[in-house]
């Protein structure tokens, strides 16, 4: 089995290594392929992924190359995890929107939306070599924004399945704290990318036992600190949001706490300076702990599970039921076919199948709508371009939805983006 990973260079990748190294009985890979621009990262990451697989006792091959088509040739499945600018674009979508008075983020709001228009082309023209290479290849994407960036994917008809780590966080941390395995934990998982509400925590599966009214009077403090939102949030809620509803739930006190603090870009950066001289210790064979403070927790375990899934056969993991972002079809009613949305799913070779949601409290209904209607209007700027198509994703966009404001958030968005938007 041939893995591919565009992106290979990222300071994410050595935990993706792990993943491969510590499940490769679920997930047995033969060649894993590490491509990327950035050939003198590319090299540090390489080497300390072949130190962690010797140390695993993982008889795979890994190399690395900066040349794309030759990379996925013969992939059996494709992980795309790229940031198009890198952290540099990444600190602009988390500064310029705050002088419009609106949140910062590289993954929702007007930031949100400039690394959509920066990224879809991108991700499109490596899907469609990927698909000249290897037409059987899956694309697993991890990019962000995953939802739109999928949605671009299954639009122009190529087997992709949209990945985040949202999710398997949640399930790692209700069980410890249940004190349950992570595979008795099935959640009522329910929304879009970077936007959804876990409506149950469920002992076994889908039809088990729903512990989230326990789990809320038990340790409803503890995850409400977590999500830095008031208890009783969750507590009127009945629910647990995912930490990117405090965007929504509490927009104005996240732009002032933004205002008065460094930046999460400045921090990631600088955390990837260190993580990189790291790297380049030739006695280092496993991922460092500060790699924690980076991101993508259980990025690695969501990765194998879904591959795992997606590729098996007989002797990988097989069909099973994960969360994954994927086309809705029916799942959610009031949202068309075609939008991707982030469920439970039915995963085997064919690809994900969403299971059966129950009927949504409009409170949640409503905003998943909203978000759908912009994630719609931003595909069309990022696919088309244009000034007035941008200012109509913005402008529908729930954290933004004023002409003065959304005038603003396109001329800033326009000014910072000029290199990577070929029409600007």
Not at 10 to 37: H, K
Not at 136 to 154: Q, S
Request: aromatic share 6%.
């Amino acid at each position: 089995m041939k893995l591919a990973v565009v992106g290979g260079g990222s300071t994410y990748t050595p935990e993706l290594i792990d993943g491969f190294a510590r499940l490769q009985d679920t997930l047995p890979v033969s060649e894993l392929v590490l491509i990327d621009p950035a050939t003198e990262r590319l090299e540090l990451i390489g080497g300390l992924a072949r130190r962690i697989f010797a140390r695993q006792g993982h008889p795979g091959l890994i190399t690395t190359t900066s040349d794309l088509d030759a990379g996925v040739a013969g992939a059996d499945a494709v992980l795309l995890q790229l940031r198009i600018g890198g952290q540099a674009a990444r600190l602009q979508d988390e500064t310029w929107p705050l002088e419009c008075g609106c949140v910062g983020q590289e993954t929702t709001g007007a930031g949100g939306l400039a690394k959509a228009l920066r990224t879809v082309p991108v991700v499109l023209d490596i899907a469609e070599r990927v698909r000249r290479a290897s037409p059987d290849a899956w694309i697993i994407d991890f990019t962000n924004p995953v939802g739109i960036v999928t949605r671009a994917l299954l639009q122009a008809g190529h087997k992709a399945v949209g990945l985040c780590n949202v999710a398997i966080g949640f399930q790692r941390k209700f069980a410890a704290l249940l004190d349950l395995a992570p595979a008795d934990i099935h959640l009522d998982h329910v929304g879009l990318n970077h936007l959804t509400w876990e409506l149950g925590v469920r002992r076994g599966g889908p039809d088990g036992e729903d512990l989230l009214p326990r789990l809320l009077a038990g340790h409803g403090e503890a995850i409400a600190g977590d999500l830095r939102l008031p208890r009783a949030v969750l507590d009127r809620l009945g629910v647990v949001p995912s930490y990117y509803l405090r965007y929504f739930y509490a927009h104005d006190e996240v732009v002032r706490e933004l205002a008065t603090k460094p930046s999460r870009a400045a921090e990631v950066a600088a955390m990837e300076r260190e993580l990189l001289a790291l790297y380049g210790d030739p006695a280092l064979d496993e991922k460092p702990a500060l790699l924690a403070r980076r991101g993508g927790a259980f990025y690695s375990e969501a990765a194998v599970d879904l591959a795992a899934s997606l590729l098996g056969d007989g002797t990988a993991g097989g069909p099973a039921v994960q969360v994954v972002n994927t086309l809705n079809n029916g799942t959610l009613p009031f949202l068309p076919d075609d939008a991707v949305v982030e469920v439970q799913a039915r995963v085997d070779g064919s690809g994900a199948r969403p299971l059966a949601v129950p009927a949504l409290d409009p409170l949640y209904a409503g905003l998943i709508a909203h978000v759908a209607a912009y994630e719609d209007l931003a595909l069309d700027a990022a696919l088309r371009g244009g000034r007035e198509r941008v200012f109509r994703a913005l402008l529908a966009h729930p954290l933004v939805g004023q002409f003065d404001r959304a005038e603003g958030l396109t001329d800033r968005l326009l000014a910072h983006n000029k290199e990577h938007l070929a029409w600007a």
